[in-house]
């Protein structure tokens, strides 16, 4: 089976957006709250949106199953205040939920959290493990999406290893779900979103993590840092030198059995990179289509975001490591994983290969 753990829903019904626009206008200009009702969108809607975009590139690439979220530079936690991001965030969950309803069989949910900067930081956590729990106890989802920089561009919020965060890490530990440590966008003009601050975005998350004794207090705790790791596996050595010079575990005690790089790398000598660096059993095959890279690679005739493409054109990977990559990973990381994939098989008349 093959799972990308990585997947937003960039192409939702263009009611979304609009709703999402009026909402941020209005509380912007009189401190109004635009009520989700508002919101119509029709499941006429979604399953064009699904069946003509994901659904349509999953099946010619041979991906199974999506674990799918919103728009992840649409989060944009910056806007309102902690009422405007929990509001926001419930109707982007609930269109993904509703996805997910529609194709059990092809989508899992992982559910964006509402989180807000600044003096609403910690109610925001607050909310956050209040919207994490409806997610997953009645949407069925199996993870979510934490941003280490709800400032938007800014990093003016403490590390998310500070116990601002620890009752989020409490209820994730509980429910037995991982987060993506996955930025938002950027509001910061020196900082290009999905070249600069993503990638920004992870390499900095994986240094908050190797400072901090976060595992010892939350030993189970499970995160994915997407985008391949940004820098992290091209600067292995000088993470296990930092860490070495300060007195700390290898790297393989301190991280590595918690924290997991996604495959959303858009060439093969990067993805044979990160495979060389990051034990298998660390990598999870993701792609992030349709997202941040659209095109075409001329040098090889295919999409820059049809990674299954690449890692199958990978010798070195073994048949034992692939398969782990691919799938078994994933229902390793995501501990609601398995549980999901058999509800959405019986609920389809073709199943999955489970």
Known sequence: MVIDCHGHFTTAPRALGQWRDRQIKAFAEAGDR????????????????ITDGQLALQRERGTDVTL???????????????????????????????????FPGSFVGVCQLPQSPGDALAASVRNSVAELERCVTELGFVGCLLSPDPSDGYYQAPPVTDRVYYPLYEKMAELDVPAMLHVAMSRNPALQGTCAHYLAGDTAVFMQLCESDLFTDFPTLKFVIPHGGGAVPYHWGRYRGVMQDRGRPPLDELVLRNVFFDTCVYHKRG????????????????????????????????????????????????????????????????????????SGAATTKEGLNL
Do not use: Q
């Open 68 to 102: 799918f979220s919103p728009g992840a530079g649409k989060m944009a936690h910056h806007y309102g205040d902690a009422e405007t991001s929990l509001a926001w965030s419930r109707v982007a969950n609930d269109l993904i939920g509703r996805v997910c309803g529609l």
């Open 34 to 49: 635009l009520s989700p009702a508002e919101l119509r969108i029709g499941d006429d809607e979604i399953v064009a949106a």
């Open 271 to 342: 993805l044979e990179l990160l495979l060389d660096v990051i034990p298998a059993g660390n990598v999870l095959f993701a792609s992030e289509m349709i997202g941040a890279v659209r095109g075409v690679d001329p040098e090889t005739g295919h999409r820059f975001d049809d990674v299954k493409y690449l890692l199958d054109s990978i010798d070195s990977l073994s048949t034992a490591d692939r398969e782990a990559v691919y799938g078994g990973n994933a229902r390793r990381v995501f501990g609601r994983l398995d549980a999901a994939l058999k």
